[in-house]
């Protein structure tokens, strides 16, 4: 029982952040388009951005206020520069998929180079809120808790942010058909870069909440970009719910394979992914 | 093949421009200029991994991110049959071997994700080499107990020989491939795969094959650069840059034809020379970055691709098919 | 036995039901129309035929074998080969790589590179792009990049060829230039055809037999003469009797 509680609470615990950051690249590829292999690397800046920021006094949970804003307005001008020229410039939607995907890469390499030089490579960790909490018999830290908690609480709030205000709805407009939404005075360049931004900015605040719970550095990202990768998969290329959905599972997938073979939840994710990829390639939520 | 496009003017420039070149590279290492074989071999290795590269993704768009997952497998096929330490099989056997397991891994990736959009494709050669390296780091410290393996040397002279007969088959293959029907089927398949199914094309298993040759040519690299460092783990074998270079490389040169990727390969690889040994040695991922960046938004067709617009308009003509 | 014939087809995308247990037959030699008002489903159908989609339920049958589900490059392979409404021609290749690649893949039986290079020339030939041979295909006009279309479908040596709006687009001089091509492509090299048209001068005077569908669903059939007294097809598709064309 102890043991199915671990797993159960902890993979949903470690879920709650892969949730995050999966919504996070729903949003850049899903609507924007553009499949962003740097996305673990907003990750990275965001969680190292929090450590730097704790040195200078401040509390990590408080930094969310700092490192989502700075991402979203990294991710809005990347997006309305290099993306939306990229756009522009490419004949037809396949072209600029690759041609996105690959810039992408790029950005990873111009973005980790960078915070290497600035931080090198060694781990970085801090203590926060270390304290053990006690459910059913089973011990999590305090610091996973809260993690889960404002991550599902993002999530909500961009949910009610999508369903609700006319912004919201622009961008679930460009979501499934961006053409038609630019005729119906949709600001499509406006809207696709906004969606980026956000992409962007959740995964500024994974970082965060990542970085009170683990230690973190310079190369943490791309196995990230890899796990939201299967998760928006498991979800449906374009759900935001199901990539909501599909981080807890991923995570309580992980978790339990962690406890199995600590050394092969890569594996493990890919496995899934194959599976995905051999019955149900547009997932559980997809169109 | 249409012999009939093949006349005696062509013959000279096709053939003896590429001969000439070839024979004078590969009496490089007799000048005694051991710099320059170090060198050369750099220039050899990117052009393998750029050429072969290109003979899928260049032309069917599928653009593949594991480049550096099947010339790790290389690697590591050198590091359990040419061990520094123990017996070792003949390097030509290992190249094969390490050919062939490229080949049926691809063959495997490519047949469960070609199906399907190619995004899918992307996706799941991206993450590639962080399951393979996930995977023999979980070999060798669960099951192996060890980390890391010791490789034999081979002397400088012997990696750029064996680099150049590479290359030279690679570039060979890319060739017959490009000029055969399955080079017209896979640019068909770049420009519109739903209309090349519907002439008879079967696309999916055309993808496959063609990926999984492509592979074989990295694999084969993986193995000859492992005998020139003792010590290979697989934090070193797998490197994402190796993925990222052949694809940089690629559209900077231009992947409209055989010379395009070559090109590029030994201008970027004297380049990546040049920064590490410099000043800049640590911002060289930052500046190819921004230069594929760069290229992609301001030189989509490649060196190449730009050349041959300019060459046309030179000489006055309307725009003629960019490939055959 | 019919040359190709579907039963109870059906087919959906989502909610919308394209094509809802539609039953067709087309005979050897017999030139069928097929026309209904936008997203009745005729592309849907050509889809199912050539294997772009597969049915939901339904088979599809050609010259007696069962070919439902069958991959599309088997299904052209096996003689249906089909142009598109959006023309969907190799841009960067040249207008005789179009076609020759065909030939060499398309065809029911393996052909050399020295013929399948003929065989292209000829087609050429035969839809008037002679002169073009060697130019990009994306050099051509609309109505060149058609007739390319037609010489790549032809060159896979069909027996069934489908015709996805070839007029659209074209001008009267055009439009009167490709029923002439139409009927010789069946008088002279027996190949059957089914068109999809909305140019109902081409379709009364080309056809043999005219499906119509709507939402889906056949609602009519017969000859030409049928079709334009039906009270039906007339309340949803072709308005009143005097705009139906002249025979």
């Known amino acids: 029982m102890e043991l199915f509680l671990n797993v159960l609470i902890g993979g949903l615990l470690i879920g709650g952040v892969y949730s995050l950051i999966s919504m996070g690249l729903t949003l850049q590829y899903g609507v924007a388009k553009v499949f962003n292999i740097a996305h673990g690397e907003f990750m990275m800046v965001g969680a190292f951005l929090t450590f730097w920021l704790r040195e200078n006094g401040i509390d990590p949970l408080l930094t969310i206020v700092i490192t989502a804003p700075v991402l979203f307005i990294v991710g809005f001008i990347l997006y309305r520069t290099v993306f939306t020229t990229l756009r522009v410039k490419s004949p037809n939607p396949g072209v600029f998929e690759s041609n996105g995907m690959l ?22 960790s801090y203590s926060y809120l270390g304290g053990v909490v006690n459910i059913g018999g089973a011990l999590f830290i305090e610091n996973r808790i809260v993690a889960a908690i404002f991550a599902v609480v993002i999530g909500i709030v961009f949910y009610l942010f999508l369903a609700g205000t006319r912004t919201g709805k622009a961008i679930r407009a460009a979501a499934q058909d961006p053409a038609t939404a630019g005729l119906m005075g949709v600001n499509i360049n406006f809207v696709l870069a906004l969606c980026f931004a956000f992409g962007a900015a959740m995964a500024g605040m994974a970082g965060t909440l990542i970085s ?46 962690a406890y199995w073979q600590p050394g092969l939840s890569t594996a493990s994710y890919y496995v899934i ?3 995905l990829l051999l019955i149900r390639p547009k997932g559980l939520m997809g169109t | 093949m249409d012999l009939s496009k093949i006349n005696r003017k062509n013959l000279g420039v096709n053939i003896g421009i590429p001969l000439a070149l070839l024979i004078i590279v590969g009496l490089l290492p007799l000048y005694g200029w051991d710099y320059g074989v170090t060198l050369f071999s750099n220039f050899l290795l990117y052009i393998i991994l750029t050429v072969s590269w290109v003979i899928f993704s260049g032309v069917t768009g599928y653009i593949s991110l594991a480049t550096a997952a099947f010339y790790g497998l290389g690697i590591y096929a050198a590091a359990i049959y040419f061990p520094l330490n123990g017996h070792a099989l003949p390097l030509i056997v290992i190249i094969l071997i390490a050919a062939a397991v490229s080949f049926v891994v691809a063959f495997i990736v490519g047949a469960i994700t070609l199906r399907l959009r190619g995004i899918y494709f992307a996706m799941f050669t ?49 060739y017959f491939i490009r000029r055969s029907k399955y080079g017209l089927a896979l640019q068909s398949i770049g420009e519109n795969e739903e209309a090349a199914a519907h002439i008879g094309v079967n696309v999916t298993m055309t993808k496959i094959v063609t990926f999984a040759i ?39 040169g231009g992947t409209g034809n055989v010379w395009g990727p070559a090109i590029g390969a030994v201008f970027f690889s004297y380049v990546q020379e040049l920064l590490q040994t410099g000043s800049l040695k640590d911002y060289y991922k930052l500046i190819f970055g921004a230069m594929l960046i760069g290229t992609i938004l301001y030189l989509p067709t490649g060196l190449t691709g730009l050349i041959q617009k300019l060459w046309k308009r030179f000489k006055g003509e309307k725009s003629a098919p960019i490939r055959g | 036995m019919h040359l190709l014939e579907g039963e109870k087809l059906t087919i959906n995308f989502g909610g919308l039901i394209a094509v809802n247990n539609v039953d067709f037959y087309v005979d050897e030699k017999e030139i069928l129309g097929l026309i209904g008002p936008n997203g009745a489903g005729k592309t849907t159908l050509f889809n199912l035929i050539s294997a772009t989609f597969k049915p939901k339920s339904g088979t599809i049958r050609f010259k007696g074998k069962d070919i439902t589900g069958m991959s599309t490059y088997k299904v052209c392979r096996l003689g249906i080969a089909r142009t598109f409404q959006t023309v969907k021609t190799f841009s960067n290749m040249s207008v005789l790589s179009n076609v020759r690649l065909a030939a060499l893949f398309g065809a029911p039986v393996k052909l050399s590179e020295a013929q399948a290079t003929k065989d292209a020339l000829e087609l050429l030939e035969f839809v008037g792009l002679s002169k073009n041979v060697n130019s990009p295909a994306r050099d051509l006009t609309l109505g060149n990049q058609k007739r390319l279309e037609v010489a790549r479908a032809l060159a896979t040596r069909p027996e069934l060829l489908l015709l996805d709006e070839l007029m659209a687009g074209l001008t009267h001089t055009e439009v009167a230039e490709a029923m002439e091509d139409i009927l010789q492509i069946r008088s002279e090299k027996g190949i059957t055809i089914i068109m999809i048209e909305h140019v109902m001068k081409a379709i009364m005077n080309v056809c043999d037999r005219i499906i119509v569908l709507n939402y889906g669903k056949k609602i009519a059939e017969g000859t030409p003469a049928e079709i334009v007294n039906s009270p039906t097809v007339i309340e949803v598709y072709l308005g009143e009797q005097s705009n139906a064309g002249n025979k």
């Open chain 1, 103 to 124: 810039a992408a890469f790029g950005l990873y390499f111009v973005v980790q180079n960078i915070a290497v030089l600035i931080w090198h490579s060694t781990p970085r």
């Open chain 1, 212 to 257: 009170i719970c683990y230690p973190i550095y310079t190369t943490m990202g791309l196995g990230y970009t890899v796990i939201a990768t299967v998760v928006i998969t498991l979800g449906g290329l374009g759900s935001i719910p199901g990539s909501f959905i599909g981080g807890f599972l991923l995570g309580i997938i992980g978790t339990g394979v």
């Open chain 1, 273 to 275: 992914f194959i599976i």
């Open chain 2, 126 to 174: 991206f993450g590639l080499v962080l399951l393979v390296k996930e995977v023999i780091y979980y070999w060798e410290i669960v099951i192996q107990g060890t980390r890391g393996r010791m490789v034999a040397l081979e002397s400088n002279n012997a990696v750029f020989y064996y680099l150049l007969g590479i290359c030279v088959i690679a570039m060979l293959v890319s």
């Open chain 2, 214 to 252: 492509s592979t074989a040519f990295m694999g084969a690299a993986g193995v000859i650069m492992a005998t020139k460092n003792t010590y290979v783990d697989p934090g070193t074998a797998f490197d994402p840059m190796i993925s990222f270079s052949p694809a940089l490389m690629a559209i900077f």
